[in-house]
């Protein structure tokens, strides 16, 4: 049976970030501990929702040690420093890499048994809710802000773990499009296209039904057509990609992903590679292995992509007219083609073997193997 899990309350557009006073006020909280990464202190994003914060006289401490890819340190580090700070709740101000972590803190802090961060692997493992977080997205791309999932690396054993939780979402989201006009090019592409990757998998998982097939096509209708004006840095490109990595949020958290994620969570864990440079590389590939088991979707995905006659087509032109549509796009906003510059040969059955332990893989449309897998990383090789 389906279930779906949103916010309690989002806040969406220019000046939307203003109210997170008003949340923490009306929530009764007392004293955050802001999770954010150091780049965002050094530009000064941080500082639009901490002088919110100071004018209104709200305590604050901030931990900023969290890497693009967080590891179980920067988790346990940020339990740490909310303990030392005697917080009550966080603001995550960031990509997926803050948010992510503040999830895991709020987790720990509310489920203590779980301080081993490997513990939480899994679906629904705790059984408390998470302190509240309030979540401040600056890239529009993981939609953590909206999503019961977290990602985690474990350096030790150089592997990606994901958590999905009921009870890690937070309880307010705020997306403020002027919280992203500060994301560089290459950083916009790569976030939009996971964005986009989040919306194609999440329409075509074995567990996509109704109500997340209607977030999924109009994030892949607004990300097509906004994306490329995001990474010109227009207004009308940074709102369209906030609103759209956001309804891709809302569907894929519910139902699922696919090996395009997984792949690139084995990617990640050993070269720390950007994961949305991951997941575009990887996404026209895989879109062709999946391809047989995919039905009609592929001619929706074309149509939200704004490929004119598709009803005219047979199945292999829209489909093919369905990945050509996502190779062009990544390709427009600069994201390389290949593996070439990332992966290596020696490494393949140790990635392979990580995407196939993956939380995402069973989702898959089609069931790979661990062949299927080292033959697809190959290919883009």
């Known amino acids: 049976m389906p279930r779906f899990v949103l916010n309690e309350t989002s806040y969406h557009g220019e000046g939307a970030i203003s109210n997170v006073v008003t949340e923490v006020k009306n929530r009764g909280l007392k004293k955050a501990l802001i999770c954010t990464t150091p780049e965002l202190i050094k530009f000064k994003v941080v500082s639009k929702v901490t002088d919110l914060l ?41 990509g997926g890499s803050a948010i992510d972590t503040s999830k895991g803190v709020g987790i720990i802090m509310a489920n203590p048994k779980h301080i081993d961060v490997r513990s939480l692997e899994g679906a629904d493992v705790t059984k408390k809710k998470a302190l509240p977080i ?36 937070p309880v307010v989201a705020i997306i403020d499009p002027i919280m ?40 892949i209708r607004l990300i097509s057509q906004y994306l490329r004006a995001a990474v010109k840095n227009t207004k009308e490109g940074r709102r369209g990609m906030a609103l759209g990595q956001y ?20 990617l990640g864990a050993v070269y720390d590679t950007p994961h949305g440079v991951a997941n575009a590389i990887l996404l026209p590939t895989i879109m062709k292995y999946n391809a047989p088991a995919t039905g009609e979707r592929y001619r929706e995905i074309a149509r939200a992509m704004g490929v004119k006659n598709v009803d005219k087509m047979n199945k292999a032109q829209y489909q093919k007219a369905a990945i050509d549509a996502v190779s062009k796009l990544s390709k427009d906003v600069g994201i390389p083609t290949n593996l070439k510059q990332i992966a290596k040969a020696k490494d393949l059955d140790f990635l392979a073997s990580n995407a196939m332990k993956d939380a995402c893989t069973p989702g898959n449309p089609r069931k790979p193997s661990k062949a299927d897998i080292i033959k697809l990383y190959k290919s883009l090789m």
Not at 63 to 83: D, H, L, M, R, W
Not at 190 to 206: F, N, Q, S, V
């Open 134 to 169: 309030i979540a401040i997205p600056t890239t529009a791309g993981t939609a953590a802000e909206v999503t019961i999932n977290y990602v985690i690396t474990d350096t030790k054993k150089k592997r990606k773990f994901v958590c999905a939780d009921v009870h890690d979402i």
């Open 247 to 266: 309804i891709a949020g809302m569907g894929f958290s519910n139902v699922g992903l696919g090996i395009v994620h997984s792949m690139a969570h084995a």
């Open 180 to 219: 992203m006009s500060t994301m560089p090019k290459g950083l916009t592409a790569a976030t939009g296209m996971d964005a986009l990757t989040h919306a194609i998998e999440g329409y075509i998982t074995k567990g996509a039904w109704e109500l997340s097939d209607m977030f999924h096509l109009e994030a």
């Open 54 to 94: 100071k004018k209104a006289k709200l305590p604050y401490e901030i931990y900023s040690n969290i890497k693009p890819n967080p590891t179980i340190e920067n988790v346990q580090g940020g339990v740490k420093a909310f303990k030392k700070a005697k917080a009550d709740y966080l603001i995550a101000i960031g």
